[in-house]
T-cell receptor, first 113, second 111 residues
């Protein structure tokens, strides 16, 4: 089954404690993205990657890091989480062509206290 | 000005009603257009692509007006199961066809 998986699905942590949210896709997609979703603001892109070892900032990259060492994986790293990073995070993948759809993971609900 | 703007709603309609959502986008170079559906705090899923000629999928009709930079979604004969948030989505020809999401329009269909 074609899918995007994320882990963990729920995470409560404290300020400053480094964490990683994993993302993996089995569709051999070139393009992967991370979004955060906050009430009234919609989905905002954090980082994206057009291929292995190729990453770039999205609209809200501050406080986040990513890596793309393998095509299927695109982890999101919060080196020093802060309460304003409390949000719902989605990983997504697509082929990277003009008309293709994005496939989303199930989301990670992160709370930073 | 936001790149993609939608009326946040909520739209509260009775079963069987026809409801229309509108969306405007700011970049005239945008190339692809979609409507996604998102159920409460779950992942967005593609509802339909939007073509210049307009397209229909059952009770759903999508229209694109490039001159006015405007996209619409019409839902006929609303069902309880149509209750969700509808996201207007635009692709720009930058950064590997960057995908830009509107903030979404909430729809509640009531019995």
């Amino acid at each position: 089954e074609a899918q995007v998986t994320q882990n963990p699905r729920y995470l409560i942590t404290v300020t400053g404690k480094k964490l990683t949210v994993t993302c993996s896709q089995n569709m051999n997609h070139e393009y992967m993205s991370w979004y955060r979703q906050d009430p009234g603001l919609g989905l905002r892109q954090i980082y994206y990657s057009m291929n292995v070892e190729v990453t770039d900032k999205g609209d809200v990259p501050e406080g986040y890091k990513v890596s793309r060492k393998e095509k299927r994986n695109f982890p999101l790293i919060l080196e020093s989480p802060s309460p304003n990073q409390t949000s719902l995070y989605f990983c997504a993948s697509n082929r990277g062509t003009v008309g293709d759809e994005q496939y989303f993971g199930p989301g990670t609900r992160l709370t930073v206290t | 000005r936001k790149e993609v703007e939608q009326d946040p709603g909520p739209f509260n309609v009775p079963e069987g009603a026809t409801v229309a959502f509108n969306c405007t986008y700011s970049n005239s170079a945008s190339q692809s257009f979609f409507w996604y559906r998102q159920d409460c705090r779950k992942e967005p899923k593609l509802l339909m692509s939007v073509y210049s000629s307009g397209n229909e999928d059952g009770r759903f009709t999508a229209q694109l007006n490039r001159a006015s930079q405007y996209i619409s979604l019409l839902i006929r004969d609303s069902k309880l199961s149509d209750s969700a948030t509808y996201l207007c989505v635009v692709k720009d020809p930058t950064g590997g066809f960057k995908t830009i999401f509107g903030a979404g329009t909430r729809l509640f269909v009531k019995a």
